[in-house]
């Protein structure tokens, strides 16, 4: 519950001049309850043993099983502002699927400290976020010694993998979902395209940008080598035999060859730590056991 | 004063509906239309009533044609009780009544005249005690005794005299006992007698005989007769509109057809 | 003192004593909504401290910015879709008229749709940016209406399934057209498309408000006039025409502004259902069925539900907030049932 003085010590007119630039990444005054909207930045909390100053966080951050446990501000693009608000927290950090607009603007004009930490779905990308947050939250020593035990030979394992099979580029299809027997898949520009070409292979698809049903013949024709499919994605499914049967993929050759993998949604398309480690195992099953 | 309906012609899709009708609804005068189904009678009405157009041909109230007549100066001048659609939501039969009741912006509306008229109208069709009932309910001839009340009412306004006024009555009869089939009649004639015109559509001659001042008789689109109750009955016309032998008795003035 | 006297006269003319007391508990029940949901939220604010000097707290901060906006665009989006629900309901002669049923929301949904993602396009963050979208959303909501209305001609109170079958079609219609723009708009487009199913007061604040007020204020006005001819209406055109009403014109009316209630309220809160199916239903169950009576009716009792059900959506499951029009919903499916079984019966 809001304590007044509190308030009082932390929000300025809201008719006042716009907040200050913040840069994303500097190190926040008050880190003491922070909100969270975006499951991959609870997954750098924890991986950072930072959990205990979380209040809340949204409806993605099911990582680690812990998290579910914490009060739920909802989905990530249908906040409320007074529900955030009513959190007092200090500090409260999000991508940039975060919204409303609406609420998020209202939220920075109580200059609530609000970042947005970028995003650019690739395995660097993982990193900056993971660096960032350690900055934010004033760790940068043990932040640093994390990365560079944890997650630094994980990526550098990945870029073996892409080097040794740069010419044998493996393609692969991510599906997302079933919507009745056409795969919603993955496009350019999506976390899944970033996936994908984290683990070193190319995506199928090219012609489209975001995620899309697809028809069987254009399945045909783009002939993945490997299908990747949500777990969720796969709940359509009795088993991969059932999948591969399918007259959308069943020509492929993923399908001939029951090159299909099944991974947890969240993990290959959240961008948070596991990601890479994610990606590696993924890299690893296509290009065989060369590395 | 009079509605003149002259040389009013009506097609609709293709086929004549009205053939060059004239006729005059003079003020105190009951004009009964007759004729056998489907000769055009409530056509007719809705040309002089002003709900629909004639292909040709006029029709004046009061010398004024009534193209030239606004939508609401004809409300206050004449009121039709026709063939009613059933009301879709549970007004009470006072305020299916009250529907009758002209508001015009010339004249703010004066609460107690209102209620005076209303307790006039209600009364004379003894409609006083089902004022609070819910319309739907009503039988048949019930409900179209309340249409008559509203008809009554939207003549009371004070923006016409009484002889400028005219009451148009489709059927009055149909789903009524004999009772109330006088009622209606002679709440007409009364009405007549103060100066009002009326068109009556009707099919029972023998009412039309007793209340009408003229009778005209529509067949096929043409008005075939139009005399005074007297000179109404004519053998060989009758037999070629109804297809019934008729006989007429003069003291009796009545026609008899079976 | 005369005139004022005999203004008082002419309004409760055709409008029983009974009746106008009852406006009178809904106007309390809707100042009493009001001071509830101001009240009432995930902080905790004394609406009283309002009246102190001191605008420097969070409290008047979120009382002035964030919840005063909200409980009003609830309260005017709900009093729109109530009048607009009875409104419509009176011009088509149909029970059953609903913005939602009959695809009116769904047309100034598709309008909105069209703004966002092809209007983004061409006319960018401009100026116009923020009038294009409730200006498109009310042409949509308007040509819906049009549409229903020659479709339906002739059918009157016999067409009471054939209006909703209409509807039903313009509603997959307009379905399909925003599945379209769906599949062809860029990421951010999508973000603000799917806002349109489900329903939120969360987008409010004062300049969008402001001008939407205004609007709704202005149609309200003109609907509620409306009352006596909309009542005549109901013996039929015909005999509407001969009662002196000008039906071709009373159609225009009710048609345009309905469409402009129901196009801004879209346009600010998305989709919301059943509100203005149920709520004029509810008026005429406590009161009757004249329309000098249920179009106030509906406008005071529609915002105060709606003010309710967005307490309800912004409390109940704190921090996290819950479609209002799935509450909205929750109560109007079940009631829409049994009205259904209620004309059955007749």
């Not at chain 1, 760790?139 to 990526?155: Q, S």
């Not at chain 2, 009778?215 to 075939?224: D, F, Q, R, S, V």
């Not at chain 3, 009662?243 to 196009?263: H, N, Q, R």
Request: charged letters at 20%; glycine letters at 8%.
């Amino acid at each position: 519950m809001a304590h007044p003085l509190r308030l009082l010590v932390t929000i300025l007119l809201l008719t006042s001049t716009p907040t200050k630039a913040n840069v994303v990444c500097e190190t926040a005054s008050n880190t003491e309850k922070v909100v969270v909207a975006g499951g991959s930045l609870t997954e750098i909390m924890y991986f950072l043993g930072l959990q205990q100053k979380i209040v809340a966080l949204d409806v993605t951050s099911s990582y680690p099983k812990e998290a579910k446990k914490l009060p739920s501000i909802g989905y990530v693009r249908a906040l409320s502002t007074e529900g955030v608000l009513s959190l007092d927290p200090t500090l409260v950090i999000g991508e940039n699927d975060m919204g409303p607009e609406n609420v998020v603007e209202q939220i920075k004009r109580t200059n609530i400290d609000l970042r947005i930490i970028p995003e650019t779905h690739s395995a660097e990308g993982i990193k900056s976020k993971v660096l960032c947050l350690g900055t934010i939250f004033d760790l940068n020593d043990k932040t640093k010694k994390k990365v560079n035990d944890e997650l630094i030979p994980l990526i550098d394992d990945l870029e073996e993998i892409q080097k040794k099979n740069e010419k044998l580029k493996k393609r692969i299809l991510l599906i997302l979902s079933m919507q009745g027997t056409s795969p919603v898949v993955a496009g350019l520009g999506t976390a899944g395209d970033g996936f994908i070409k984290m683990t070193g292979a190319s995506n199928v698809i090219t012609e489209f940008e975001g995620w899309k049903p697809v028809s069987p013949e254009s399945l045909i024709l783009s002939n993945p080598d490997y299908i990747l499919i949500t777990s969720r994605g796969m709940r359509s499914f009795k088993s991969i035999d059932e999948l591969v049967k399918q007259p959308a993929l069943s020509l492929t050759n993923a399908a001939k060859n029951r090159n299909v993998i099944d991974i947890n949604g969240m993990a290959m398309l959240g961008f948070g730590p596991r990601g890479i480690l994610t990606a590696l195992e993924v890299a690893r099953r296509i290009y065989g056991k060369d590395s | 004063m009079s509605i003149d309906v002259s040389s009013v012609c009506l097609d609709y899709d293709g086929s004549v509906v009205l053939k060059d009708i004239s006729l005059e609804v003079k003020s105190g005068e009951i004009l009964a239309l007759v004729g056998p189904n489907g000769a055009g009678k409530s056509s007719l009405l809705n040309i002089m009533s002003g709900n629909n157009k004639p292909n040709a041909g006029t029709v004046k109230y009061n010398g004024v044609p009534l193209d030239k007549i606004t939508i609401s100066e004809r409300a206050t001048l004449r009121s039709v009780m026709g063939q009613n659609a059933p009301i879709v939501y549970d007004y009470t039969v006072s305020d299916v009544i009250e529907m009758g009741w002209i508001q015009s912006n010339l004249f703010r509306s004066n609460k107690t005249k209102f209620y005076d008229e209303m307790r006039d109208v209600t009364t004379e069709c003894k409609l006083a005690k089902l004022l609070r009932r819910k319309f739907n309910t009503l039988s048949g001839g019930e409900q179209r005794r309340v249409h008559f009340a509203r008809s009554l009412l939207q003549l009371r306004n004070e923006h016409n005299t009484n002889s400028q006024k005219y009451l148009f009555l489709d059927e009055p009869t149909a789903n009524m006992d004999i009772y109330w089939e006088l009622q209606i009649l002679n709440s007409a004639r009364k009405l007549a007698n103060k100066g009002t015109g009326v068109f009556l559509i009707i099919h029972d001659l023998n009412l039309a005989m007793k209340f009408a001042d003229k009778i005209a008789l529509l067949a096929k689109g043409k008005i075939e007769k139009i005399t005074r109750p007297e000179d109404f009955f004519d053998k060989d016309l009758f037999t070629l509109v109804y297809g019934l032998q008729m006989s007429f008795d003069k003291k009796l003035m009545k026609i008899f057809y079976f | 003192m005369e005139k004022i006297l005999s203004l008082f006269n002419i309004r409760i003319n055709f409008l029983e004593g009974r009746q106008f007391l009852l406006l009178i508990v809904f106007c309390l029940l809707l100042i009493f909504s009001l001071f509830v949901g101001v009240s009432f939220g995930g902080i905790k604010a004394n609406v009283f401290n309002l009246f102190s000097f001191d605008t420097a707290t969070l409290e008047s901060q979120v009382l002035t910015e964030i919840r005063i906006p909200r409980v009003l665009l609830a309260g005017f989006v709900g009093a729109s879709l109530g009048l607009a629900g009875a409104s419509l309901q009176g011009l088509f002669r149909n029970p059953l008229a609903d913005p939602g049923l009959i695809g009116v929301s769904a047309g100034a949904a598709l309008g909105a749709a069209l703004a966002i993602v092809i209007g983004s396009e061409t006319m960018g963050e401009s100026y116009f940016g923020f009038l294009l979208l409730p200006l498109a959303a009310i042409i949509g909501s308007s040509i819906v209406i049009f549409l229903l209305f020659s479709l339906t001609r002739g059918f009157g109170v016999r067409g009471v399934i054939y209006m909703i079958l209409v509807g039903i079609a313009i509603n997959a219609f307009a379905t399909v057209g925003i599945g379209v723009l769906t599949f062809i708009s860029t990421d951010s487009q999508l973000r603000g498309l799917t806002f349109w199913t489900m329903g939120s007061f969360g987008g409010a604040n004062w300049n969008l408000l402001a001008p939407a007020m205004i609007l709704i204020i202005v149609s309200a006005i003109s609907l509620l006039r409306l009352g006596r001819k909309l009542d005549l209406l109901q013996l039929g055109e015909d005999e509407a025409n001969r009662l002196g009403v000008d039906v071709k014109s009373l159609k225009l009316k009710v048609v345009i502004f309905s469409a402009v209630t129901v196009g801004v309220s879209v346009s600010l809160s998305g989709i919301i259902g059943f509100v203005g199916l149920v709520i004029p239903h509810v008026v005429r169950l406590i009161g009757g069925v004249k329309h000098k009576f249920v179009l106030p009716g509906s406008v005071l009792l529609g915002a105060s539900i709606m003010i309710t059900a967005d307490l309800i959506s912004r409390t109940l499951i704190l921090p996290a907030e819950l479609p209002v029009g799935l509450i909205t919903s929750a109560i109007g499916a079940p009631f829409f049932l049994w009205l259904i079984f209620r004309i059955r019966m007749q």
